[in-house]
C-alpha cells in the first residue's frame, strides 16, 4: 500500500505533467491537501513530506484538527496554512475567523461581512474567494457567473478581508474536453472580475478548481490550486468506521 508520501509525489507529478501539456510552469499551479475525515497524524505525514495547505469541510472537525496537529508538532503547525472549503453557516463563522487562513466558499455578502466583522486583529486579514455556481444547480452553493462580479467588488472593500479569486465544484461530467469546457466557464468569471479595474484586487490571483479525478482538465482550463483529498491520504473512512 502506498504511503502519504507516495501518493502526494505521484499527484505532484500529475500536476507537472498537466502544466507540460497546458503549455504552463509547474509552479503555476500549487496543491491543497483536503483532509476532511482524515486525522492529525495523517496531516502531519503529509507535512512532513512537504505539504503545507490543508483544506477542511467540516468546521468543528477542522477546528479540532488545527489544535490537535499543533499539540502533536507545535513547530511544523506554524508553517501550515489551513484552507476552508466547506459551506458556511451564518452561526459558524467565528469558527472560520478566528481559526483558518483561508475561506474559499463566499456566496453571499452576509457570509463575507461577518468573517470580516469576527476576523481577530492579532491575525493577518482572511483571504476569501468567490464560490462559483458554474452549472447552475438550483440546490448548489454559490453566486451565479452573472452575479459574481457585483459580489467580489462588494467583498473587496471590508476591512479584514483579503479578496484572493474564484472558487467551484462543478457536477462530474465525463470526459477530458467536457471537463474543460465547464472548468474554463470558471476561470472566465475569474478573468472578468481581474480585468473589472475594481479596487481591492491586487492579490486576486487564485483559481480555486479541480480534483483528484479531474485536475488534468482544470489545470488546462487556467486553475492555479487544485483541491485533492482522496489521491493524497487514500479512501475515506465511512460514517460507521468514524463512528466506531
Not at 509547474?26 to 495523517?42: I, M, N, W, Y
Not at 444547480?137 to 479584514?160: E, F, H, I, N, Y
Request: aromatic share 4%; net charge neutral.
Amino acid at each position: 500500500m502506498a504511503t502519504i508520501a507516495e501518493r502526494l509525489e505521484h499527484v505532484h507529478a500529475r500536476i507537472r505533467e498537466a502544466c507540460h501539456a497546458a503549455g504552463r510552469p509547474p509552479q503555476a499551479v500549487g496543491l491543497l491537501a483536503v483532509s476532511k475525515t482524515f486525522d492529525a497524524h495523517a496531516v502531519l505525514a503529509a507535512a512532513q513530506a512537504g505539504q503545507r495547505a490543508f483544506g477542511e469541510n467540516y468546521l468543528q472537525e477542522g477546528v479540532d484538527k488545527i489544535a490537535a496537529v499543533r499539540a502533536l508538532a507545535p513547530q511544523l503547525a506554524d508553517d501550515l496554512h489551513w484552507h476552508c472549503i466547506g459551506p458556511i453557516q451564518s452561526n459558524k463563522t467565528r469558527l472560520v475567523a478566528e481559526h483558518f487562513d483561508w475561506a474559499h466558499t463566499i456566496d453571499r455578502l452576509k457570509t463575507a461581512e461577518r468573517l470580516s466583522a469576527q476576523r481577530p486583529p492579532s491575525l493577518a486579514p482572511l483571504n476569501v474567494c468567490i464560490q462559483v455556481n458554474v452549472d447552475g444547480g438550483a440546490t448548489k452553493s454559490g453566486a451565479a457567473p452573472q452575479d459574481a462580479l457585483a459580489l467580489a467588488q462588494a467583498v473587496a472593500r471590508l476591512p479584514r478581508l483579503v479578496l484572493r479569486g474564484v472558487m467551484a465544484i462543478p457536477d462530474p461530467v465525463e470526459g477530458f474536453e467536457a471537463q474543460r469546457a465547464l472548468h474554463a466557464r470558471v476561470r472566465a468569471v475569474f478573468d472578468a472580475i481581474a480585468t473589472s479595474g475594481a479596487p481591492g484586487l491586487a492579490q486576486f490571483d487564485t483559481v480555486s478548481l479541480g480534483m483528484t479525478a479531474d485536475l488534468e482538465a482544470a489545470v488546462a482550463a487556467g486553475s492555479t490550486l487544485v483541491r485533492v483529498g482522496s489521491g493524497i491520504f487514500g479512501a475515506r473512512p465511512t460514517r460507521a468506521e468514524l463512528a466506531g
